[in-house]
DNA sequence: TATGAATGAGGTTTCATTCAT
DNA sequence: CATGAATGAAACCTCATTCAT
């Protein structure tokens, strides 16, 4: 079987990908067992380890991949041309769809993993992540709305929303039929009410 | 027949619960070894089993007092005495203290374990106490803002400010350093913006 | 079964020794399982673990008191009344005892893996038995025989007995028949010949 | 239909032995791995299978080289011409180069691996390799110094030097400083003293 | 009742060997 | 013929749990 494609290299490790993220969701990282993995991608456990050096290796790519996939649902690609408020719409709309909740799940272990190991590293980047989002609402809502009054701390109503954004990841795992869309709308009136010119006259 | 009194066997149990605890929010459940426990308690591996049925079973001790302490936090005693938004700021003054981090930390944990197990009556359990609490804060909003505008629904702010409560668990959990007190006073000021008949004069 | 007299802890430590050092003599090292061993000495195999860190762990016992047993060979207790031939006869005597080649294979195997890791430590402890055997024997020969003639390199011939010896071990491992005995007698007459004042005359 | 000449593939699997013995003594035997030596050969591990049978074969091949040339080192083509001691110090001198030291670790794993095997054929063949080379050195001992005197045990001191050859291989493999040259000059003038009719003299 | 030595099932990982390409 | 991906048996080791003391 020598001589394998490089494509067919890489859709057999994905597909180990696939696999780990099915057993690591389903029974956790601690409890998924390599037979299990390597059954659900349909090879043999030796197999899987032409791909990743042991199981803690697996879990951390199967762990990025879902921490990137949930960084990328605040990256809107069409995010030039729309305004905050049809952004936050898309971007916790993208929350009712029942396969965000695997990657709440790993972000969660993975969340876990690196506060008791205490690495700085993991938790520097996910306050990198923190910052970003937030000075990205800050410019769509200042794009929006224009300048902020005084008496309204936009910086922190920014940081709230991702805050509640994680929020809102956790409340639809446990009960997937929360209505967090229309906790948005709740919030995006309560801005507008703050925010919007039009208030008050 | 007893030789040893009940308030020994129940300071037992509880010192136990404190070293599961401990070791379990350190190393996370699956990883804690009874070892270790027994060691952080000061007695032997076998005692624990006069305690507790097995692993799982004191594990879930500990996350239910993990889960029970953060019920706990939204039904402050004094409430009744207190506005809303003194009562809000009291419940995420908390979330300032380090040791919250534990309860944040084996309440996922046990998150986890239901999300998977598709623990129906745990989820049920959750989902009560988030419409307890949702019923709290609405109470406590009409009390101090009295009835809302037609356009403002106070329901889903209500659902909102819970999910930015767990949210603020998350955050906290990974970035002690963030100001969600600074944030709740944000989403208190825009509550008030809304709801506040001042407003708009 | 807990509150074992340390008497009792240190037998199965020895039982455990014992039964490694029959299957790792018998299947090498490297060939020989935890879970033979464990049969070997009557017990499970996660018991050794309470013994010994591991499998390598196990054997460097085993290795070592092998290479300790072989030392004290050298170490007669009633050296200090015996001639050097007397001493030698006997040294060379314990050869002739079958357990010895259990030793041999056990010093070997730990010579090739302290030879393969380049182990400095361990190699410069077979030096320093090698200069002290070396120092013995001269203090021996010249207790016998005198000071030795200015033509005869008395060290060098000291030197030799000792790699005899060893070589002695190898032919025995290989030939359990072969008389080293007479190959000692012949060596003393070589050496009293050339030592003894007696000679030439 | 053979495709590639005979001699590429003789020479394909003296590159594997060669690879293999390198690998054999740098880890031992157990530990090194087929895909470590297929590395080493510059092929693939699968090819190995076309001149080997498996790992074993091409360990026995390995090991039946290295115990060959140690034959030969006895085997002097140049003995015929030479006197005893001519070619006893060539003998050992040999020992001195560094490259000997992997056929002493090769042929002391093949002697650990036939003696818990209680290979039978191939301990024969070390005992008929002895007694091949007891009698050489003899003959060799007779025609340099003649009939023996009564009380000169001339077969002892024939075996005991080649039990030395055996030690002095361990010895320089434990520690290549040591100079078996100055021992095998000992031994030649002890023999000397005891043979040489110029003795006594 | 507490102890902690012992159990042994079960997990991870390695690696000789095979065989489709 | 060579390749090297895949297999899968088997080894090491851990640790929840038991039970003789």
Redesign the interface.
Known sequence: M?RVSDAHLAARRHSILVAATKCF????I??ATMAEIAAEAGISPGAIYRYFENKDDLARWCMDESAEAIKHAWENPTSAEMSFVELSRLTFAELNKPEV?IDT?LF??R??????DEHAGA?GE??AE?EKVRAGILFLMERQFGPAPE???VQ??A??L???????R??K???PE???D??????H???G??LDKT??K
């Open positions: 020598a969701s389903q029974k956790g601690a409890a909740a799940q969660l272990e969340a876990l993993i690196f506060v008791r938790l996910f306050q923190f008496d309204v701390d922190a109503i940081e709230a991702y805050g509640f954004y994680w929020g809102a956790v409340m795992l446990l009960m929360v209505n967090t229309a906790q948005v709308e709740a919030l009136s309560l801005i009410h703050a208030c008050g």
